[in-house]
């Protein structure tokens, strides 16, 4: 059952591989550190491998046939891509889901003001993070402002080299013996993330100047005025590039890698398969961190409606058959795992925890307390999967998230298991998981890739 470090067992050309797929993971994780972004970025790649739009489909009055590559979006924040396979829908499709959004901090509807002579931006942190982490770090700002007549302003401030970045501000240490006592929950407040943005009172102005002066140079570069905040979605995330990590730049480090990693594995597993017998899925979607809510998130209907589009467009929809299709489906319900930390050793069941370097991961279960919460994988689909992934030299390994009773977690599993389909959480172990700077293994995202490809094969 002892799993060795996958670093062992690489061919130069291996290496090669590895290297170069990492290298478009990095960069996949530059442009698309949001979730608007990230869904822009893989229609673009998903064009470039044939892929059209359903309403392209929908308008031209084609059929779709076997070979065929079609994807679906909602509100710009979730996207599938399907690939339609060689045997009838119904006798399920094979689907890798993973989530594109990220923890982070959102700015509020009215979030502008002054005070003690700087401009602030209010916000509200979105999905599971210790505050604390996100003070006197740089910070950058990604969304839109949508005008009242529909005009869609993008906004991306603080990657580009010459670009502005933007902070939190945190106690100096020196006055910090009170803040100090204080348990971490609250040793930063929510209330406090506050975003500094400005510093300069506009001349001539009297009350709340440097206020009156950021409108200013929103008005200058966005033509924007503070109203429009109101239908604005601006995210606050680390600023700066994903990086390599470690003298032998074994790993990677950067923002977002929950559930990036997973999504971009899947999204290149998928444009590389090409013909398949069951037809190819993969969802990327939205809202995970906050529980899969609203139109974006995996419990919307979304994906409902977008396999039966699909089966509409190959003249086949029916109730039964949507209900069939999905029921007789399999899923590899792709989200990041918690790494082995040895500074850290006592959270962690050491037989049954994930480690660097060391593969794939399969948790059959997920949840809180006793597995509450979970999808709880089925033996035999899971034997199934082994038996895959043993077949194609991809490396894996079993886990939980870490000791009974410490806490938990969920994924989009659950879900789509209510569907009556097989549904396995899996994907990538990674370290600093929820911090602004995440750190994942280069040889893990090059085994979950090739397992990813061997599923789509396969199952
Ligand atoms: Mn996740
Ligand atoms: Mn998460």
């Given at each position: 059952?002892?799993?060795?470090?996958?670093?062992?067992?690489?061919?130069?050309?291996?290496?090669?591989?590895?290297?170069?797929?990492?290298?478009?993971?990095?960069?996949?994780?530059?442009?698309?550190?949001?979730?608007?972004?990230?869904?822009?970025?893989?229609?673009?790649?998903?064009?470039?491998?044939?892929?059209?739009?359903?309403?392209?489909?929908?308008?031209?009055?084609?059929?779709?046939?076997?070979?065929?590559?079609?994807?679906?979006?909602?509100?710009?924040?979730?996207?599938?891509?399907?690939?339609?396979?060689?045997?009838?829908?119904?006798?399920?499709?094979?689907?890798?889901?993973?989530?594109?959004?990220?923890?982070?901090?959102?700015?509020?509807?009215?979030?502008?003001?002054?005070?003690?002579?700087?401009?602030?931006?209010?916000?509200?942190?979105?999905?599971?993070?210790?505050?604390?982490?996100?003070?006197?770090?740089?910070?950058?700002?990604?969304?839109?402002?949508?005008?009242?007549?529909?005009?869609?302003?993008?906004?991306?401030?603080?990657?580009?080299?010459?670009?502005?970045?933007?902070?939190?501000?945190?106690?100096?240490?020196?006055?910090?013996?009170?803040?100090?006592?204080?348990?971490?929950?609250?040793?930063?407040?929510?209330?406090?993330?506050?975003?500094?943005?400005?510093?300069?009172?506009?001349?001539?102005?009297?009350?709340?100047?440097?206020?009156?002066?950021?409108?200013?140079?929103?008005?200058?570069?966005?033509?924007?005025?503070?109203?429009?905040?109101?239908?604005?979605?601006?995210?606050?995330?680390?600023?700066?590039?994903?990086?390599?990590?470690?003298?032998?730049?074994?790993?990677?480090?950067?923002?977002?890698?929950?559930?990036?990693?997973?999504?971009?594995?899947?999204?290149?597993?998928?444009?590389?398969?090409?013909?398949?017998?069951?037809?190819?899925?993969?969802?990327?979607?939205?809202?995970?961190?906050?529980?899969?809510?609203?139109?974006?998130?995996?419990?919307?209907?979304?994906?409902?409606?977008?396999?039966?589009?699909?089966?509409?467009?190959?003249?086949?929809?029916?109730?039964f058959d949507l209900r069939m299709t999905l029921q007789n489906s399999k899923m590899l319900s792709s989200d990041v795992s918690s790494a082995y930390?040895?500074?850290?050793?006592?959270?962690?069941?050491?037989?049954?925890?994930?480690?660097?370097?060391?593969?794939?991961?399969?948790?059959?279960?997920?949840?809180?307390?006793?597995?509450?919460?979970?999808?709880?994988?089925?033996?035999?689909?899971?034997?199934?999967?082994?038996?895959?992934?043993?077949?194609?030299?991809?490396?894996?390994?079993?886990?939980?998230?870490?000791?009974?009773?410490?806490?938990?977690?969920?994924?989009?599993?659950?879900?789509?298991?209510?569907?009556?389909?097989?549904?396995?959480?899996?994907?990538?172990?990674?370290?600093?998981?929820?911090?602004?700077?995440?750190?994942?293994?280069?040889?893990?995202?090059?085994?979950?890739?090739?397992?990813?490809?061997?599923?789509?094969?396969?199952?």
């Amino acid at each position: 059952m002892k799993k060795e470090s996958a670093w062992k067992t690489y061919t130069q050309e291996e290496l090669q591989e590895l290297e170069a797929l990492n290298k478009r993971y990095r960069d996949f994780l530059d442009a698309g550190k949001t979730e608007r972004e990230c869904v822009k970025e893989i229609i673009k790649q998903a064009e470039a491998r044939g892929y059209n739009s359903i309403e392209e489909i929908e308008n031209s009055g084609k059929k779709l046939v076997p070979g065929d590559k079609v994807y679906t979006v909602m509100m710009k924040k979730a996207v599938t891509l399907f690939n339609i396979g060689e045997k009838p829908l119904k006798e399920g499709m094979n689907i890798l889901g993973a989530h594109i959004d990220s923890p982070r901090l959102d700015v509020k509807q009215n979030p502008l003001y002054e005070e003690g002579g700087f401009a602030y931006l209010d916000t509200h942190y979105y999905g599971g993070i210790k505050k604390y982490q996100w003070v006197a770090i740089p910070l950058s700002i990604h969304g839109v402002a949508v005008k009242k007549d529909g005009t869609v302003f993008e906004i991306c401030i603080g990657e580009k080299e010459d670009d502005p970045v933007f902070f939190i501000s945190d106690l100096l240490v020196h006055l910090s013996q009170k803040q100090l006592e204080k348990k971490g929950s609250v040793v930063v407040e929510g209330e406090d993330l506050n975003l500094t943005v400005g510093n300069i009172p506009l001349t001539g102005t009297e009350k709340d100047a440097v206020k009156a002066n950021t409108l200013k140079l929103l008005e200058e570069y966005y033509g924007l005025q503070e109203e429009d905040f109101i239908s604005a979605e601006l995210e606050i995330v680390p600023a700066g590039k994903a990086k390599e990590c470690g003298l032998d730049k074994s790993m990677i480090m950067a923002y977002g890698q929950d559930d990036r990693v997973c999504a971009y594995t899947s999204l290149e597993a998928m444009l590389n398969t090409d013909s398949v017998e069951k037809t190819a899925v993969c969802i990327l979607v939205d809202k995970e961190e906050i529980g899969s809510v609203g139109a974006t998130g995996m419990r919307s209907r979304f994906f409902e409606n977008s396999v039966a589009r699909i089966m509409n467009c190959m003249d086949s929809y029916s109730e039964f058959d949507l209900r069939m299709t999905l029921q007789n489906s399999k899923m590899l319900s792709s989200d990041v795992s918690s790494a082995y930390d040895p500074i850290y050793s006592s959270s962690y069941d050491k037989n049954n925890v994930a480690y660097l370097s060391k593969g794939m991961v399969f948790n059959k279960f997920t949840g809180s307390r006793g597995k509450s919460g979970s999808n709880d994988a089925n033996a035999e689909y899971l034997a199934q999967l082994r038996n895959i992934m043993d077949e194609n030299k991809v490396k894996f390994q079993t886990a939980e998230l870490g000791k009974v009773d410490l806490g938990g977690g969920g994924t989009i599993a659950y879900i789509l298991a209510l569907y009556g389909m097989d549904v396995i959480d899996c994907g990538v172990a990674v370290l600093n998981m929820h911090a602004p700077w995440e750190v994942t293994s280069k040889a893990d995202i090059y085994e979950v890739k090739k397992g990813y490809e061997a599923f789509l094969k396969n199952a």
